[in-house]
C-alpha cells in the first residue's frame, strides 16, 4: 500500500508552482516537525513529570501550564531554525519575536500561533491543539515590526492546526483546499489521511459554551432556540457537543457537520478568542473547506486587526448554520455589532 507523508505532499504540491522558491514548504515541514516533538510530551502529559504550572502568568492573566511553555519554546525554536520566518507572535508572549540570526533575518514570513489551544484540558486527557497562522511579512528592509502580523486574514498564505487527539493530526491549508495528516507514531511520520477536507453540505451539532446562556446577546439565545427546536426538515433538533477546546470543536464539526461559536457577552463584547492567531487559522481553513466564519455580522477574514492579541466573537461552520446565526444576530442584536 502506498503512503503520502506530510513531506511528500508538500514537495509534490510546491512543483505545482514552479515559481515557488520553497520556503513556505520548509516552513510547513518545520512545522510538523515541531508538532511531533509536542506530540510527544502531550502523550506523556499523564505521567506527571511535564503536568503542573509552571508558575507563570501569561498576557491574558492565565496561569501559564508547562506544556504551554514546552510547545511554546518548540515551536519558536523550528521556526528560528528553520530560517524562512523572520518574526513569531504567540499567545504566549506578550510582543512579538523578532527571529534576527543570520538566517531568519531575511526570511518571508511572519507566523502568529496560539501553541497549545485548550489547555485547561490537559489534566483531563481531552484533546487539545495548535493553531498557526502564516502571513509574508509586509516590511521590506531590517527588522520584522508588529505591521506584518496587523493584517487581515484574507491576506493568510497558510494556516492549519495539530490536534493531539485520539489520534495526532496536522490539518493545513495553502489557500487550495483543506488537507489532514495522521501522525503514525510508530515511523514518526505524518501520512495523508483526510485528502481534501469538506464540510458537509449542514450539520446538526451546535457547539458553544452554554453556561453563558444569561449574558450572550439576545441573537445567540435565539439561534440556540432554533437549534432546539423540533423540525424534521431540518433535523431539528441539533445535538450539543462542546469539548472546550476550539480546535477539538472545530475538527469534529469539519467532519461531521456542525457551527462551533464563540460570541460576545455582556461582560466582553468581543468574546474571548483572539483573532490572529485562533479566528484567522480556522476561519481560512473553513472557507477552504466549504464553509464560513463570521464574528456575527462579518466576515472574520475581512476585519482588519489593530493589536496582536485582539478578539472577536467567532461564529464558524457550513454556510447554511453561520448564515442562520448571522440572521439571529442581525435580527436581535445590532448592538453587538463592532467595527
Ligand atoms: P486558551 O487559548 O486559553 O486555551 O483558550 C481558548 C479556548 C478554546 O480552545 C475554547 O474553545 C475556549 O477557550 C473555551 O472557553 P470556555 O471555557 O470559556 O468555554
Ligand atoms: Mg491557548
Redesign the pocket.
Known amino acids: 500500500m502506498k503512503f503520502k507523508t506530510l513531506t511528500e505532499f508538500i514537495i509534490e504540491k510546491q512543483a505545482d508552482y514552479p515559481q515557488a522558491s520553497g520556503e513556505l514548504s520548509r516552513l510547513l515541514n518545520d512545522i510538523g516537525i515541531a508538532a511531533k516533538f509536542v506530540n510527544r510530551e502531550v502523550n506523556r502529559a499523564g505521567l506527571g513529570e511535564v503536568m503542573g504550572y509552571a508558575g507563570e502568568v501569561n498576557v491574558?492573566g492565565?496561569d501559564q501550564k508547562k506544556l504551554d511553555v514546552y510547545a511554546n519554546d518548540q515551536f519558536i525554536a523550528a521556526l528560528k531554525s528553520g530560517g524562512q520566518c523572520c518574526a513569531i507572535g504567540s499567545?504566549e508572549n506578550e510582543d512579538i519575536i523578532i527571529l534576527d540570526s543570520e538566517i531568519s533575518r531575511y526570511g518571508k514570513y511572519v507566523v502568529a500561533m496560539?501553541p497549545?489551544?485548550?489547555?485547561?484540558n490537559i489534566e483531563s486527557n481531552v484533546s487539545i491543539g495548535t493553531l498557526f497562522s502564516i502571513y509574508r511579512r509586509r516590511t521590506i528592509r531590517g527588522a520584522a515590526t508588529l505591521e506584518d502580523f496587523l493584517q487581515p486574514g484574507r491576506n493568510l498564505v497558510a494556516s492549519g492546526y495539530v490536534i493531539y487527539g485520539s489520534s495526532t493530526m496536522l490539518v493545513y491549508t495553502t489557500g487550495n483546499g483543506v488537507n489532514g495528516f495522521t501522525l503514525d507514531p510508530s515511523v514518526g511520520l505524518f501520512i495523508l489521511s483526510h485528502p481534501d477536507m469538506r464540510y458537509p453540505e449542514t450539520g446538526s451539532i451546535y457547539s458553544i459554551?452554554e453556561a453563558?446562556y444569561f449574558s450572550f446577546p439576545e441573537g445567540v439565545r435565539q439561534y440556540i432556540h432554533y437549534c432546539q427546536e423540533e423540525d424534521q426538515e431540518t433535523r431539528r433538533p441539533y445535538s450539543t457537543r462542546?469539548i472546550?477546546?476550539?480546535?477539538a470543536?472545530f475538527h469534529r464539526n469539519v467532519i461531521r457537520g456542525g457551527i462551533f461559536i464563540?460570541p460576545g457577552t455582556t461582560k466582553n463584547k468581543n468574546g474571548?478568542?483572539r483573532l490572529l492567531y485562533?479566528c484567522n487559522p480556522v476561519a481560512f481553513l473553513a472557507e477552504q473547506a466549504g464553509g464560513s466564519a463570521s464574528d456575527g455580522f462579518r466576515r472574520i477574514l475581512d476585519i482588519q486587526p489593530t493589536s496582536l492579541h485582539e478578539r472577536v466573537p467567532l461564529f464558524v461552520g457550513p454556510v447554511t448554520m453561520v448564515k442562520k446565526a448571522e440572521e439571529f444576530m442581525t435580527l436581535f442584536s445590532a448592538d453587538f455589532k463592532i467595527g
Open positions: 491574558q492565565e499567545e496560539d497549545l489551544d485548550g489547555s485547561s459554551n453563558n462542546y472546550g477546546s476550539m480546535v470543536d464563540y474571548k478568542l485562533e
